[in-house]
């Protein structure tokens, strides 16, 4: 199967603008599972809550799961994109997976950054996993990646893939991290980031780029610049997420102690 990551350049608040622009991206080359960056279509500097609730929108009822459930079914495509989900009085930094189908599932961000914990409800949602037949997906969302609990949870659950919509700030720490996770659950992860800078209140963010997928041995199959725009598709077999043996006498999985862990 063929998954693609997008890099996108969001312009704050502009939504139509930021979804035609990703799916202008995705739309020179065909991939079965496409990823886009968190918060693609509303930009992620809000200035507070009540600017983030006025991006949010519901899931799949608003205009940018609409615009992807479109997208999907057009081209046969699935496509794991972050947005602020409007549900009821809470607003959550989340993702949401589509297909030809149309909605299929959402995820909502576990772990919350820095100012995000003032705009946003923390997920209230366990990890999942989705079997869309070309393959096992779970999400998750940036930060989530220096808690080793997220990847591995949906790794538990069989995971093949990791899609993994970013807007990373801190150089470089994703990259890293992504790498070791992919290899210690011997699953593929696909980080789509953003680039470009923000500056909507007294501090500017500039986004780092350099999205990636990474093999289940921890290989960096491909990596984007840190300062274009771009997309990337890469055929995998997704086979090699479901061995997880080391040695004849080792297995990721088998092998763990949990009787012994204490949490
Ligand atoms: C992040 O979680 N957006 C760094």
Not at 59 to 78: C, D, F, H, M, V
Not at 184 to 199: C, L, P, Q
């Given at each position: 199967m063929r998954i693609g990551i997008v890099q996108s350049s969001p312009v704050f608040g502009a939504i139509e603008?930021?979804?035609?622009?990703?799916?202008d991206l995705m739309s020179s080359q065909s991939a079965d599972v496409w990823v886009?960056?968190?918060l693609f279509a509303s930009g992620y500097q809000f200035k507070g809550a009540e600017e983030a609730r006025a991006l949010a929108e519901p899931?799949?009822?608003?205009?940018?799961?609409?615009?992807?459930?479109?997208?999907?079914?057009?081209?046969?495509?699935?496509i794991v994109a972050g947005l602020p989900e409007l549900d009821e009085d809470a607003v959550y930094n989340a993702s949401v997976l589509v297909g030809?189908?149309?909605?299929?599932?959402?995820?909502?961000k576990v772990h919350l950054f820095y100012e995000e914990k003032l705009n946003?409800?923390?997920?209230?949602l366990p990890f999942g996993v989705v079997d869309i037949g070309i393959a096992k997906i779970g999400m998750m969302i940036c930060f989530d990646h220096l808690f080793p609990e997220s990847a591995r949870s949906l790794a538990l659950q069989g995971a093949d893939i990791i899609c993994h919509p970013a807007n990373l700030v801190l150089p470089d720490l994703a990259q890293r991290t992504m790498a070791i996770r992919a290899l210690?659950?011997?699953?593929?992860?696909?980080?789509?980031?953003?680039?470009?800078?923000?500056?909507r209140g007294t501090e500017a963010l500039t986004y780092t780029g350099q999205s990636q997928i990474i093999a289940p041995d921890g290989d960096v199959l491909c990596?984007?610049?840190?300062?274009s725009i771009g997309v990337h598709v890469l055929e995998i077999d997704v086979m090699r997420a479901r061995k997880k043996s080391i040695t004849k006498h080792n297995d990721k999985f088998g092998d763990r102690r949990p009787g012994l862990y204490r949490l």
């Open positions: 603008r930021n979804i035609a622009d990703g799916l886009l960056p968190e899931i799949p009822a608003g205009p940018t799961s609409q615009a992807l459930i479109e997208y999907a079914s057009r081209t046969k495509s699935y030809p189908e149309g909605y299929i599932a959402r995820y909502r946003f409800s923390p997920g209230n210690e659950n011997g699953v593929f992860t696909a980080t789509a980031n953003r680039i470009g800078t923000e500056h990596r984007l610049s840190k300062d």
